[in-house]
T-cell receptor, first 116, second 113 residues
Framework: GALVYQYPRRTICKSGTSMRMECQAV??????VAWYRQSPQKTFELIAL?????????EQNFTQEKFPISHPNLSFSSMTVLNAYLEDRGLYLC????????????FGAGTRLSVL | GEQVEQLPSILRVQEGSSASINCSYE??????FPWYKQEPGENPKLIID?????ERKQIQELIVLLDKKAKRFSLHITDTQPGDSAMYFC????????????FGEGTKLTVSS
């Protein structure tokens, strides 16, 4: 079956430092990966959408300079939160889909970021 | 626009009764509508979805309805159990090949016994 592994599950970083999270698709080709953030008491905000062979598209309020994303192949994507501050804390989720998976978006377990 | 509105934000029901959550969307090109259940500390899990070529879909106690004309869709949980207590999120997407989902604000469902 299709699975998405995301790691780390939890991380704590000092204010102003950066942290990287990774997403691995297993059992399917992740042609499209979306990164979301769920801030405390909020819904899921789309950060950016990465489709193989296309430029990564960032949503309003999110930039490549702050959340650089790499999607080098059909099974892996990573995102870094640069210079993390209190407002960056939350649950970060990667969702992936690919050909043969229909419309289903498979989510990783999420990376919960705390900032001290 | 791309907003998805979800109501109610909080829903409390008695065990055995039905629970209904309603969503509306703005983008008339949306053609895929999944529902996710999120338990505390966990990632959201897909529980049921419906595509624009359908008006109704049922998986066991879960029923989703889609009214494309009104741009509304809803989730109905029949015979609710305490284990159904969780956050529920609706979402909408234009599945032109991307993974972009627009989520509703979520509904906190509490089923009391």
């Amino acid at each position: 079956g299709a699975l998405v592994y995301q790691y780390p599950r939890r991380t704590i970083c000092k204010s102003g430092t950066s942290m990287r999270m990774e997403c691995q698709a297993v059992g399917f080709q992740a042609t499209s990966v979306a990164w979301y953030r769920q801030s405390p008491q909020k819904t899921f905000e789309l950060i950016a959408l990465s489709t193989v062979n296309s430029a990564i598209k960032y949503e309003q309020n999110f930039t490549q300079e702050k959340f650089p994303i790499s999607h080098p192949n059909l099974s892996f994507s990573s995102m870094t939160v640069l210079n993390a501050y209190l407002e960056d804390r939350g649950l970060y989720l990667c969702g992936a889909r690919g050909p043969g998976q229909g419309y289903t978006l498979y989510f990783g377990a999420g990376t919960r970021l705390s900032v001290l | 626009g791309e907003q998805v509105e979800q109501l109610p934000s909080i829903l409390r029901v008695q065990e055995g009764s039905s629970a209904s959550i309603n969503c509306s969307y703005e983008d008339s090109a949306s053609n895929y509508f999944p529902w996710y259940k999120q338990e505390p500390g966990e990632n959201p899990k897909l529980i049921i979805d419906i595509r624009s070529n359908m008006e109704r879909k049922q998986i066991q106690e879960l029923i989703v309805l889609l009214d494309k004309k009104a741009k509304r869709f809803s989730l109905h949980i029949t015979d609710t159990q305490p284990g159904d207590s969780a956050m529920y999120f609706c979402a909408a997407a234009n599945q032109g090949g991307s993974a972009k989902l627009i989520f509703g604000e979520g509904t906190k469902l509490t089923v009391s016994s």
